[in-house]
């Protein structure tokens, strides 16, 4: 298999059409290497990542606790849990959150890695994996290795290493141009992949404002870049945003390699 920049070299106008607002890239008058030097500096800025969730104890609340836990949250966990990954990587990981109850659901897991790039989630994460283990769940020791990089930076891993990768309101704050790269990235090293992302507009842009493109970031058509990749789709749902009065939709996706 192409290594994640030469697959994305050879097919990039095809894959960047694969966006749910129809630009075409072939017409397109964006300078799409340009873009990505804009996004791949702009990963190096630790002050473009807002730091959330600092009091780690507010993880606590009930709210936050299986199976109470927010619908977009429980979908990935239920899912590993059925499936029973035993390799599993998380994509932007945050403090930790979904891939302790991960840890919890699958007391057979092999390996667990968790991806962030803002290296102030890191701190949280070791702390709620390794200090605070009451946090979120109790007396929970995960055992994860916790790597501060960015998403596109995955080229320690081989080919279908992990089982399963999945991302959580993730790829929604990544612009689109760069998203498809990261995501041919992510389907070279999984053999599944869970996706919980926003289907509309992308949303507090890490480089927002810094980029020709502006408000011409177009969320990815899943059902299509998959159908591209060679993946089966076994399930693909939209769900509201649990906030009220956000016009928003999540989509809920589980697909498989043929690999």
């Known amino acids: ?7 994305f070299l050879k097919n990039k106008i095809e894959l960047l059409n694969c966006n749910l607002n129809k630009l075409d890239f072939n017409n397109s008058s964006v300078d799409i290497d340009k873009e990505l030097d804009i996004y791949y500096k702009s990963t190096l800025i630790e002050q473009n990542y807002p730091n959330s969730h600092t009091d780690l104890a507010s993880w606590k609340s009930n709210v936050y606790i299986y199976p109470n836990m927010d619908e977009r949250h ?24 979904i891939s302790k109850y991960v840890y919890d659901a699958n007391p057979q ?9 803002n290296s102030v989630h890191c701190s949280q994460m070791l702390e709620n994996f390794k200090t605070n283990t009451d946090i979120i769940l109790p007396n929970i020791e995960v055992n994860a290795n916790i790597i501060n ?15 399963v990768g999945f991302t959580c309101t993730v790829l929604m704050h990544i612009p689109f141009i760069i998203a498809i790269p990261i995501m041919c990235e992510i389907a070279r090293i999984c053999k599944n992949i869970i996706n919980v992302e926003n289907t509309n507009e992308m949303i507090n842009c890490v480089v927002k404002g810094q980029t020709k493109l502006k408000e011409e970031y177009y969320c990815i058509d899943y059902l299509k870049f998959y159908e591209k990749k060679n993946f089966e789709i076994l399930e ?19 697909v498989r390699k043929n690999i």
């Open 1 to 7: 298999m192409d290594t994640f920049n030469e697959y």
């Open 74 to 97: 429980r979908y990935i966990v239920d899912t590993i849990k059925k499936e029973n990954y035993k390799k599993i990587i998380d994509l932007g990981a945050g403090c930790g959150m």
């Open 109 to 117: 897991l092999e390996e667990l890695v968790c991806i962030e790039n």
């Open 149 to 163: 990089t960015s998403l596109h930076n995955l080229k320690q891993f081989p080919d279908n290493y992990f089982d």
């Open 236 to 254: 693909y749902k939209n769900i509201p945003d649990p906030v009220p009065k956000i016009n928003c939709y999540y989509n809920l996706i589980h």
